[in-house]
């Protein structure tokens, strides 16, 4: 009997809620939830990067872009200076700097490591701003239940319990709790009947003392937005950094591949020589001994020659993997990318930019946020040594039992309620006590690291500037020593060409010129990698959404 019955309660029960139940699986997806994340990520994200003006505002962790080295222009001839590697090139893409930092910016590994990170914590944010809102449950159980009385009849009853509810803490500190229940009973043999009745209740629990007040119940949303700001700095940070290494890593491939054409120049002068060499010694011109040093120089310069070559061509594939394409990738850096540096030094004092980077740099302003934080703490640290007294509040409505399977609503005349004082002395509170004592010590860490940074920070932009200015220092000597090694060379080969040339003369000067031109290529390159950085560490260098800088010079 009981089986025959429990089919009809439970579809007539069920048959009332499977509207909601299919409302709740069709707009609750995994795909309605991943969306719903990232609506929410990226409008946090959006609200606090109004406050800096080289935020990526294109800002998504979502990879759409396939890798294109479409449009690129290709190499055609062969390098000779590359040897057997030359014909490897052919066909391959030019990548100009620009191209590499938005490559970099779209497919870099790193990047998009350092782009998760800031969803992620956008991510946490978002649920400490739900926390403070008004958070809904609902749910339902069921039971059916057979018992044997001592006449051995057996009693069986259907119990069903339906609640929603919805739970607010507020932003003084208070807890605010509502919920509608209802209650469903059927029995099945014996006396049928059907009984239902509901329930609302409230209630209210405020901090009067311990936990009251706006900044001790808002600290943890507070940390939490001011966290996405520290970790939207660090990410703006890391963006200036990475398009500087990738500059770096540019230049530095670029280099190496001026230094493989410079020792094949250099090899090329020294078998002339040594052809010269050898003819002047079959006629007796010159000792037999000067043919083998020039023949030794030649193995020598051959030799540096195919290191330079697998210097370059592994730097090329380290580059490679830097922005996120495979070592297979067919691509060169553009070598008119090095034709067109120039020595552009800032025309700035010492002091002065050390003022403008303590007003300008980012990581200095989140350690002076951090100081702010430490001291907010401290307030709730000790607000946490105060007695717990709260007042509640509660009240309920309820409605009569009703048979027959109708509804039972809570009726207004039905109520109960009632207010009172919790009051919790706290006898023990060496907790809070080493809480309190510990955000003392954290408070004043945070000074001596306010003061710390701020050293550092005048150190980075003195160093920085001595680096900029032994660069440029160093390009102006690269630039005479080449001259002077050109020269050299010139005069040596006219007495070579005479038979009057010392051979170990013409080989000096011959490795000379080979050493100045490889340091004035660095010189130029370091002085344009340390210009990027010294206003890097003046917090005025500048990204654009493609990975390209801006520098924004000093106005004084």
Same mark, same amino acid.
């Given at each position: ?23 709740? &699986? &069709? ?10 994340? #990232? !609506? ?6 959006? =609200? ?7 935020? #990526?505002? =294109? ?24 040897? *057997?590697?030359? *014909? ?10 620009? !191209? /590499? ?8 590994r790193i990047y998009q490591n350092n782009k998760e990170r800031l969803y992620l914590q956008a991510l946490s944010l978002t649920l400490a701003r739900h926390r403070y809102t008004p958070i809904f449950s609902a749910g339902a159980r069921g039971n059916y239940q057979a018992e044997a009385s001592e006449t051995h ?15 607010? +803490? ?8 509502? &919920?509608?229940?209802?209650?469903? +009973?059927?029995? +099945? ?7 239902? *009745? ?41 963006? %200036? ?21 410079? *020792? ?7 078998? !002339? ?7 002047? /010694? %079959? ?33 090329? #594939?380290?580059?490679?993997?830097? +922005? ?49 934080? &430490?001291?907010?703490?401290?307030y709730v640290a000790a607000n946490s040594l105060k007695p717990q007294l709260d007042a509640t509040a509660s009240a309920t409505l309820n409605s009569p039992q009703k048979e027959g399977g109708q509804l039972a609503l809570p009726e207004v005349d039905r109520y109960r309620w009632n207010a009172g004082l919790n ?23 945070? !000074? ?17 500037? %001595? ?90």
């Open positions: 009997m009981a089986s025959a019955l429990l089919p009809n309660v439970g579809i007539r029960w069920f048959g009332r809620s499977l509207p909601l139940l299919l409302f709740i &699986a &069709a707009g609750c997806g995994r795909e309605h939830y991943r969306q719903s994340a #990232d !609506k929410e990520a990226y409008r946090a994200i959006a =609200q606090k990067s109004s406050q800096f003006s080289d935020m #990526d505002r =294109q800002f998504t962790i979502d990879q759409t872009n396939q890798i294109s080295l479409e449009n690129l222009e290709l190499i055609k001839e062969p390098d000779e200076a590359l040897g *057997s590697d030359a *014909s490897t090139e052919v066909g391959a893409g030019i990548l100009t700097l620009n !191209k /590499a930092l938005d490559l970099a910016v779209k497919h870099s009849e057996v009693i069986d009853q259907v119990t069903g319990q339906g609640t929603l509810g919805a739970e607010w +803490l507020a932003r003084t500190g208070a807890r605010l709790s509502a &919920a509608f229940t209802t209650d469903f +009973l059927r029995v +099945l043999a014996g006396d049928p009947k059907t009984v239902t *009745s509901s329930q609302i209740g409230l209630e209210l629990i405020q901090p009067l003392l311990r936990g009251a007040g706006y900044k001790v119940a808002m600290e943890n949303l507070t940390q939490a937005e001011r966290d996405l700001v520290y970790q939207l700095r660090e990410f703006i940070l890391f963006r %200036r950094e990475f398009s500087v290494q990738i500059a770096t890593t540019y230049f530095n491939v670029l280099e190496n591949r001026d230094r493989a054409r410079n *020792s094949y120049r250099g090899l090329l002068s020294f078998r !002339k020589s040594a052809e010269r060499t050898l003819a002047f /010694a %079959r006629e007796g011109k010159t000792k037999q001994s000067e043919v083998g040093r020039i023949e030794q120089e030649k193995l020598s310069s051959e030799g540096q020659w195919i290191d330079a070559i697998r210097s370059y061509l592994q730097s090329l #594939d380290q580059f490679k993997i830097l +922005l996120g394409l495979s070592t297979e990738a067919k691509i060169v850096v553009d070598d008119r990318e090095l034709q067109g540096l120039q020595i552009e030094h800032p025309d700035v004092k010492v002091e002065d930019a050390i003022l403008v980077a303590l007003g300008t740099r980012l990581d200095l302003a989140t350690v002076r946020n951090q100081l702010e934080d &430490a001291q907010r703490r401290l009051l919790d002395l706290g006898l023990d509170r060496k907790s809070e006590r080493n809480a309190y004592r510990s955000a003392l010590i954290a408070q004043e860490q945070a !000074k001596r690291q306010l003061e710390q940074r701020e050293d550092e920070i005048r150190l980075q932009v003195r160093n920085g500037w %001595r680096v900029l200015d032994q660069a440029k220092r160093t390009y102006e000597i690269s630039v005479i020593g080449v001259k002077l090694n050109e020269r050299r060379v010139e005069e040596q080969e006219l007495l070579a060409e005479l038979g009057r040339a010392d051979t170990k003369d013409l080989v000096d000067a011959q490795n000379d010129l080979i050493s100045s031109k490889n340091q004035l290529t660095q010189a130029l390159v370091g002085h344009t990698i340390a210009r990027l950085q010294f206003w890097n560490n003046l917090g005025m260098l500048y990204i654009k959404d493609s990975g390209q800088w801006e520098e924004r010079k000093m106005v004084r």
